[in-house]
């Protein structure tokens, strides 16, 4: 056989089949696995996300769904690069931010390996919440009143904070005159403040406590 008919046999077996591996297809077409491979990328074929990348598909079947995801039975694909590209378009698009679970939940695969990378590459923003990590698009982690605002913090603690501590936190605040995120805590320890420091900073945040006026 030759190349333009290989290539040939492997564009309507792919199309037939609408994703295989590589064993499958070397079981009809008896090539070497570098030369199937290389037809495979002069086809310009996918390889799934899923399985470890072991089946492949031409671009031209799948029909990705607003996340760029597509599924054949439980095989996944997607039209970015790989799957940390993925992620971080997800990411992008939620308007609230998504926590590891709600994307592994769309994407049908573990992604602890993927977000390690992704953190490694610095090119996730995230937020703790209570025992859980928020992924937030890049405009909503650098906007830190907006932030307040899409997120209800308060049902992300365990711990119930009392209104009094509260009203501490603000008097120690407006008496000490040393307004900065990088004290809170040493302020809390100091006047023994029960209060996780986060809720500290959300309402010097909130309230715009690093303002040189006094509010």
């Known amino acids: 056989m030759d190349k333009k008919n290989r290539l ?8 037939t089949a609408k994703a295989i591996t590589i064993d499958q297809l070397f079981a009809h077409i008896p090539y070497c696995e570098k030369t199937l491979r290389r037809d495979i990328s002069e086809l310009n074929a996918i390889t799934s996300y899923t399985h470890r990348g072991k089946f ?10 607003q996340n760029g995801i597509w599924f054949f039975n439980d095989i996944g694909f997607t039209k970015y690069r790989n799957s940390p590209d993925l992620i971080v378009h997800i990411i ?22 993927q977000i390690q990378i992704l953190l490694t590459q610095k090119r996730l923003h995230r937020v703790k919440l209570g025992a859980r990590y928020c992924y937030l ?6 906007d830190k009143n907006r932030k307040i605002q899409l997120l209800d913090i308060e049902d992300y603690y ?8 509260l009203i501490a936190v603000l008097k120690v605040v407006l008496s000490e005159y040393k307004i900065s995120l990088d004290n809170l805590k040493k302020l809390a320890k100091k006047y023994r403040l029960d209060v996780p420091i986060r809720k500290i900073e959300q309402l010097v945040v909130k309230y715009n406590l690093t303002s040189k006026k006094k509010p």
């Open 8 to 15: 040939e046999f492997i564009r309507n077996f792919i199309q």
């Open 56 to 65: 492949i598909t031409l671009r031209s079947i799948p029909e990705f769904d």
């Open 92 to 113: 992008a698009k939620s308007k609230k931010g998504i926590t590891k679970e709600e994307l592994e939940k769309i994407l049908k695969i573990n992604i602890s390996k």
């Open 137 to 142: 698009p890049e405009g909503l982690a650098k």
């Open 158 to 165: 365990d711990k119930k904070v009392e209104i009094s501590d």
